[in-house]
């Protein structure tokens, strides 16, 4: 046990005054002459000691009362477990600052983190001296105490919001391990926080409280700096159609508006890029929204000419948060993908269906398609030169000479994609097992599998492949027991599964040679009328035929797996033609400064890892006329700017059965730090006591008095 003024206990010593006066104003009794004197002497004594306690009773309350005022005003604090200390100790103390994009939150023309820094400074001049102070925030790096006092106060003046950040709890919990270390007996952890649900994410729970549990004694306090109702507009994450296109094909630009706070009304407009950097506005839309709703956001853009462009989607005006108010994007058009399909004779009629769903003839018609379709004989593909096509998708192929399969192979090993459907043709299987043909299957044939009752169908477990993408907004409504398998080719030891039939043998496989890959349907995709069907997987509204066509030869050619837009702090990564032999590079970041690039030897690629600022990034080298005009984009991620906050059931069971305070006023971290280092006061608990002991006095007194 603490006191505040421990010299107030001096007044203890008035307890003598009750006392005198029950001494001077003691009761003596009257004399009453009776005949029957031993009665009246028997019932002298039996007052007397009546009178003698009740006097008693009367003393021990009114120096109770004395003694317990006197032990009130000095403002005893009790503290019933951890380490007794005083306010002017030194204690071990990290600041905690979390600075993630959406502290820029502006309210009373002041940012989250603008009150959060000023909150902390003069938080810093109320610890003691020789305090041992930490300043942390939730960019990358190390925690360590600072030198001084004054160097925290320049960490906390110079903090600023940061893309790239860790979670706000494993900044806590290094906080804590520092904290842990120090050998000051008092430690104690400020956060400092908007209490953003994001913040907080409840699977870090069990870790947070190990972390505490290690660091016994420890006061924590969250000082709330959020702001109970925000008012916001945001743009949720940005989809593209694809980040590479064919100049043949539109680009759908989607997002979504959402508001947090009272409806009301805002126009999104699309900006695209010119070879300046110039914004040219291209369309917008208006929206409505109530509190709380999202509305889809979609803009389409067609006749973009060959070469990158970027753009941006942004709110029109201005509102509290400003950081996501806009999404950037970067796209790449290339010349239609050439594709050699190669089929059986008749080829036209074998290949007519998959090149019906890859070039569809009346986009074809229009010069709409994404792929240019060329259909070849299988007995002519020996005096194809490969080169000029993007990729090569055999149909049902029969037995090859050992040299076509050894230029396939080098020419998926050089960077190209090789697609081989199996069919009634791979015979006999013997000729499918060779060394050289193995190099491109992902097993060896085994045998046909029949399942004539049509039970057997499509079934992917799993949409995370490139392929099967365009899958993810139609999951639960895909009718793949629509499009039944009824032979199809099993495998032995198969490896690189993408879809599974529903038996479990796979029906896609995926095997990578070299810088390229070969992709195997056991089943085929193509057939001659009139001939009993491997499948009915083309047949019909084969809608997801289509889409599984089309995303296994965007795979193919590699127009799915280039990305071109990035969250911040992730490395961007640009690939080169292998024919370019320039070694540096010019990089611009967004507001215009300018650095030079090295290329990584090995990989041909460019790896940028300072992507912290969202934003559009060009990399050039050479003139406009022959040179290289490459760029990409970040955007911030979505829950990085979300405000909806947490509440403290939410909280209580983040920190589970170690004691935290919420506190966001000066007077309430004043108030708590008090009672976290010296205990809890008993000062209003014992104004009660003497307030009931001396109603008791006042009731004992008039009635012994008036007896």
């Known amino acids: 046990m603490t006191f505040v003024n421990p010299l107030l206990l001096a007044g203890t010593a008035l307890v003598v005054l009750p006392i005198v006066l029950h001494l001077i104003m003691r009761r003596r009794p009257r004399l009453l002459e009776f005949p029957a004197l031993r009665f009246i002497q028997r019932r002298h004594d039996a ?91 939730t960019r990358l790096g190390p925690a360590v105490f600072q030198v001084d006092r004054s160097a925290a106060k320049q960490r906390i003046e110079r903090l600023e919001t940061v893309a790239n950040l860790q979670p706000l709890p494993g900044v806590v919990e290094k906080a804590l391990r520092l904290l842990g270390e120090s050998k000051l007996a008092r430690k104690e952890l400020y956060v400092f926080s908007d209490l953003a649900r994001a913040a907080w994410p409840a699977d870090s729970a069990a870790a947070l409280q190990d972390r505490i549990a290690e660091v016994p004694g420890v006061g924590i306090y969250v000082i709330d700096v959020g702001v109970e109702k925000p008012t916001n507009y945001a743009l949720g994450e940005m989809r593209l159609s694809g980040q590479v296109l064919s100049s043949r094909s539109s680009l759908r630009i989607q997002t979504e508006l959402l508001r947090t706070g009272p409806p009301g009304e805002r126009t999104v407009e699309l900006q695209l890029l ?130 076509v399969w050894k230029r396939l192979g080098d020419y998926a090993s050089d960077g190209h994609g090789v697609a081989v459907f199996l069919g009634r043709n791979a015979r006999p299987v013997d000729s499918f097992n060779t060394p050289l043909v193995q190099e491109l299957l992902p097993g060896k044939l085994r045998r046909q599998a029949r399942a004539p009752g049509g039970d057997v169908y499509l079934a992917p477990r799993a949409l995370a492949h490139p392929i099967l993408s365009a899958f993810r907004s139609h999951v639960g409504s895909i009718p793949w027991n629509a499009f039944p398998v009824f032979r199809y080719w099993e495998l032995e030891k198969p490896t690189g599964t993408v879809v599974a039939l529903n038996d479990g043998r796979p029906a896609l496989l995926e095997r990578p040679l070299g810088s390229g890959r070969v992709l195997t349907m056991t089943t085929p995709v193509s057939d001659l009328p009139g001939r009993k069907p491997w499948n009915l997987l083309p047949v019909g509204e084969a809608w997801p035929f289509v889409i599984l066509a089309n995303g296994l030869m965007s795979y193919l050619v590699g127009s799915s797996d280039q990305q071109l837009n990035y969250l911040a702090g992730q490395t961007a990564v640009l690939r080169l033609d292998v024919r370019d032999r320039r070694r540096t590079y010019l990089l611009t970041v967004p507001g215009g400064l300018k650095f030079p690039l090295s290329v990584d030897p090995k990989r041909h690629v460019l790896a940028i890892t300072s992507t912290d600022q969202p934003g559009n990034y060009r990399v050039q080298a050479g003139g406009r006329a022959s040179g290289v005009d490459r760029g990409f984009s970040v955007n911030l991620a979505p829950e990085q700017t979300r405000l909806e906050r947490i509440d403290r059931k939410e909280l209580a069971q983040l920190f589970g059965p170690f004691d935290y305070r919420v506190v966001r006023t000066r007077n309430q971290i004043e108030r708590d730090i008090s009672r976290g280092r010296v205990g809890r006061e008993l000062f209003a608990l014992l104004i009660l006591l003497v307030a009931g002991i001396l109603a008791l006095e006042h009731l004992a007194a008039n009635r012994f008095y008036r007896e």
């Open 47 to 137: 007052n007397r000691r009546r009178l003698r306690l009740r006097h008693l009773l009367l003393l021990l309350l009114r120096a109770g009362a004395i003694a317990l005022l006197a032990f009130a005003l000095a403002r005893p604090s009790l503290k019933l477990s951890g380490v007794l200390a005083s306010q002017e100790a030194p204690v071990a103390a990290a600041l905690v600052f979390d600075t993630a994009p959406r502290m820029e939150y502006r309210h009373d023309n002041q940012t989250r983190l603008q009150a959060s820094g000023e909150l902390g400074g003069w938080l810093l001049g109320q610890l003691p001296r020789q305090s041992q102070i930490a300043v942390l925030d």
């Open 274 to 403: 010119d070879n300046q950097g110039k914004e040219q506005k291209r369309s917008e839309r208006s929206y409505r929204l109530d509190s709380g709703e999202s509305q889809q956001v979609e803009f389409r853009i067609g006749s973009l000419g060959i070469g990158t462009h970027q753009g941006l989607v942004r709110i029109v005006g201005q509102d509290a948060l400003a950081c996501d108010d806009v999404r950037f994007f970067t796209v790449e058009v290339r010349p239609a993908w050439r594709i050699l399909v190669a089929a059986p004779k008749p080829a036209q009629r074998y290949a007519l269906f998959l090149t019906e769903a890859l070039a569809p003839t009346v986009f074809r018609k229009r010069g709409q398609t994404r792929f240019d379709c060329r259909i070849v004989n299988l007995d002519q593909l020996p005096r194809q030169s490969l080169d000029d096509y993007a990729a090569v998708c055999l149909l049902d192929p029969g037995p090859l000479e050992p040299a």
